[in-house]
């Protein structure tokens, strides 16, 4: 079973920078697609990024894209988000997540870390 492990969350003013980090562990990744969704306060939780861990493939939802960065180390299993130009908007708790690549369902969630963005 794998398991998720995120790091990295904390309080920054807009327009600042933080770096998230999910530890991964329990299987290899070889077939897997890792990433993020997060949830703010009375909203559904909502895709951020993903990468696919062998070919590195990423996706961003629109409301990101050139501003945060997901990317992987298969040597420390490790998977991170530079998140750059932060908004009062990008605060949220931030999930990582982990799937088999081409299916829909996800197999294992974090436990989830805290992003408050200041204005």
């Known amino acids: 079973q794998v398991q998720l492990v995120e790091s990295g969350g904390g309080l920054v003013q807009a327009g600042g920078s933080l770096t998230l980090s999910c530890a991964a562990s329990?299987?290899?990744?070889?077939?897997?697609?890792l990433g993020w969704f997060r949830q703010a306060p009375g909203k559904e939780r909502e895709f951020v990024a993903a990468?696919?861990?062998?070919?590195?493939?990423?996706y961003y939802a629109d409301s990101v894209k050139g501003r945060f960065t997901i990317s992987r180390d298969n040597a420390k299993n490790t998977m991170s988000l530079q998140m750059n130009s932060l908004k009062p908007e990008d605060t949220a708790i931030y999930y990582c997540f982990a799937k088999i690549s081409g299916r829909a369902n996800v197999d294992s969630w974090g436990r989830g870390t805290q992003v408050t963005v200041s204005s």
């Open positions: 329990g299987r290899t990744f070889s077939s897997y697609t």
């Open positions: 990468i696919t861990w062998t070919t590195s493939t990423t």
